[in-house]
């Protein structure tokens, strides 16, 4: 029996137990689930996961920022970056072909706001570019997650998106766009239909919201 009321703050990392717990629930429902030190770890994993010349829509994450991941793929030159292509086309002329280019990529990747020890993701978004290559759009998906998101259950998932992440999120939209966020879009994955289009890469630290 699972408890909505988690035992530590959310910014508190899971014990060993319990991102073993979550990464057992989440593999038992099709995602691949790898369990890793910190973030440079990550970034190496992530590097041997996306083959080079893949197309690659990274979602908006401060865990991808710090990490060094953003830089990686979309800086590097390794990859068919999507987002620094996008952000110079015209959205007014070419806005079919934006969205049609960060639904669809090889792979995507980012991070999430919860994982459950039930064995789900939950991702929070104000505008939604990035779901439609969560739920099924990308024909991969590489989500990396710190262990303070490791949470009960759906309930407490919830609690941390409303209590922790969306506070958060909303100064640093204020700070970059000059406008506040909001939780437009709830993404829950209970299980990934497709056995290994879906990579969750569980730190053992604490990075992002």
Excluded at 10 to 32: D, I, M, N, V, Y
Excluded at 36 to 41: P, S, Y
Excluded at 105 to 124: F, N
Aim: net charge neutral.
């Amino acid at each position: 029996m699972t408890t909505s009321v988690p035992s530590t703050p959310f910014t508190e990392p899971a014990s060993a137990q319990r991102l073993e717990r979550a990464a057992a629930a989440l593999a038992a429902h099709g995602f691949t689930v790898e369990i890793l030190d910190d973030a440079a770890a990550a970034r190496t994993r992530v590097r041997e996961l996306i083959p080079e010349g893949a197309s690659v829509f990274t979602g908006a994450s401060e865990t991808l920022r710090l990490s060094g991941l953003d830089e990686d793929i979309n800086d590097s030159g390794r990859y068919a970056a999507v987002k620094p292509r996008v952000l110079t086309m015209d959205r007014a002329t070419r806005s079919d072909e934006i969205r049609r280019l960060c639904a669809s990529p090889d792979v995507v990747v980012g991070s999430v706001h919860a994982v459950t020890e039930t064995g789900s993701l939950v991702i929070a978004s104000g505008s939604g570019s990035q779901l439609p290559g969560y739920s099924g759009g990308a024909a991969r998906a590489i989500w990396i997650a710190g262990a303070q998101k490791v949470v009960p259950d759906l309930t407490a998932a919830l609690r941390r998106v409303e209590d922790h992440c969306l506070p958060l999120e909303n100064a640093r939209a204020l700070k970059a766009y000059g406008t506040p966020s909001a939780v437009n879009r709830l993404l829950i994955l209970n299980a990934e239909f497709q056995p290994g289009r879906g990579t969750v890469l569980l730190l053992r630290e604490t990075i992002g919201f």
